[in-house]
Nanobody
Framework: QVQLVESGGGLVQAGDALRLSCEAS????????LGWFRQAPGKGRMFVAG????????QYADSVRGRFTVSRDNDKNTMYLQMNNLKPEDTATYYC????????????????????WGQGTQVTVAS
């Protein structure tokens, strides 16, 4: 079964850190561009970070740049999102997705370019 599975969410205090994981089967994971998005209640799905198939290119939303780091381990078929210095405005459900396409810069930050999503993991940051 083709699927992405997120884990690592939770309830933390402002300033804390969390690491999210997104695990997939090998044929789901390689050689695809992958991304993290988040969705707060009543809002659309917003781009957070993305990484190229080989892991040599990354891109971040302005709101998380310098605090979040996206990485991937293709041997383990897992993508990570290290989130440091969390803020209450980071509270959302976080989704990992697989992009359909190879043009990294063009596709990475638009959810309509993604053809597979995980079920999401909740991150709540208390002030």
């Amino acid at each position: 079964q083709v699927q992405l599975v997120e884990s690592g969410g939770g309830l933390v205090q402002a300033g804390d850190a969390l690491r999210l994981s997104c695990e997939a089967s090998k044929r789901t994971f390689n050689p695809y561009v992958l991304g993290w998005f988040r969705q707060a209640p009543g809002k659309g799905r917003m781009f957070v970070a993305g990484i190229s198939a080989r892991g040599d290119r990354t891109q971040y939303a302005d709101s998380v740049r310098g605090r979040f780091t996206v990485s991937r381990d293709n041997d383990k078929n897992t993508m990570y999102l290290q989130m440091n210095n969390l803020k209450p405005e980071d509270t959302a459900t976080y989704y990992c997705g697989r992009a359909s396409g190879a043009d990294f810069s063009r596709i990475i930050d638009t959810p309509e370019n993604y053809d597979l999503w995980g079920q999401g993991t909740q991150v709540t940051v208390a002030s």
